[in-house]
C-alpha cells in the first residue's frame, strides 16, 4: 500500500460566495443550524480576524509533517489549509515557517486539529490561524506517510476538499459549497435584522418584550 496520497485539488468556492461569507458570523448560523462546527477548543490565535475560504484537507501522523510541506506548494490563492493530526496534541506541526509560505501561496488562513508554536512569528506575519493552543515540542520531516484531499475529521467535524470554511472569533464552521450562499445570505440578513433590536433597544424598550420571552414567562406564572 502507498505510504501517500495526493488528491486533486478541489474546485475553488466563487469570489462572490466568498465575500457573502466573510460578512457572516459563525455564531449567526449558529442560531439554526447544529453541525458542521468544529470543536470550541479549535481557537483563533489571533484576535479580530474573520476569513472564509476553499478547504484543502491534509491528514498527518504524530512526529511527521512531509505531507504537510508537500501541501503548501499546491496551495492557491483562497485556499483554507484544514490539518487533521488524527488526535495527536503534543506535536506542534504549524510554526512560523508553514505560516510563511502558507501566506506566500496566498491562502487565507489554516486551522489545525492540534496545537501550533512559534505565536510571535505568526503574529508578526498577522496570518489567520485557528489551532489547540500552543506547544514547543515540532513535527520532523520523517517520512512516515499521510493523505492530502481527502475528507477529514477536525474537531468532531467531517470536512470534504472543496467544501468552504468559515472561521472568525467565535469558531470555525464548514459547510457544503452548495449550501454555503444561502446560509450566509440568510445569516446576513438576520445579522441586519439583529441591529434594528439592538437600536430598539438602546432606546428603552425590553429586549423580552421584543423577542416575546417576557409574554411567555408571564403566560407561565
Known amino acids: ?13 466563487s469570489a ?20 458542521g462546527f468544529v470543536d470550541r477548543e479549535v481557537r483563533a490565535l489571533l ?27 499546491l496551495l492557491r490563492p483562497g485556499d483554507v489549509l484544514v490539518v487533521d493530526r488524527l488526535g495527536d496534541t503534543r506535536h506542534a506541526c504549524w510554526g512560523g515557517g508553514v505560516t510563511i509560505a502558507a501566506k506566500a501561496a496566498g491562502a487565507k488562513a489554516g486551522v489545525v486539529d492540534g496545537p501550533c508554536t512559534d505565536l510571535e512569528e505568526v503574529e508578526a506575519s498577522a496570518f ?11 513535527t520532523r520531516i520523517y517520512d512516515l506517510g499521510g493523505r492530502l484531499n481527502v475528507p477529514v475529521a477536525i474537531g468532531g467535524a467531517v470536512v470534504c476538499p472543496g467544501d468552504a470554511v ?3 472569533e467565535s469558531g470555525v464552521l464548514v459547510l457544503p459549497p452548495e449550501e454555503a450562499e444561502a446560509e450566509a445570505r440568510a445569516a446576513i440578513a438576520r445579522q441586519e435584522r439583529g441591529l434594528g433590536t439592538q437600536a430598539r ?20 406564572l
Open 201 to 220: 433597544v438602546a432606546a428603552g424598550e425590553k429586549l423580552g418584550a421584543i423577542s416575546g420571552a417576557s409574554a411567555k414567562v408571564l403566560a407561565g
Open 128 to 138: 489567520p490561524l485557528w489551532g489547540r493552543g500552543i506547544a514547543p515540542i515540532t
Open 166 to 168: 468559515l472561521c472568525d
Open 16 to 35: 462572490e460566495v466568498v465575500a457573502l461569507l466573510e460578512l457572516t458570523e459563525t455564531a449567526t448560523i449558529g442560531h439554526w443550524r447544529h453541525w
Open 47 to 73: 484576535r479580530g480576524r474573520r476569513v472564509a475560504g476553499t478547504a484543502v484537507t491534509v491528514q498527518i501522523p504524530g512526529p511527521d509533517s512531509t505531507i504537510l510541506h508537500h501541501a503548501l506548494g
Open 1 to 13: 500500500m502507498a505510504k501517500y496520497h495526493v488528491g486533486p485539488m478541489p474546485v475553488p468556492l
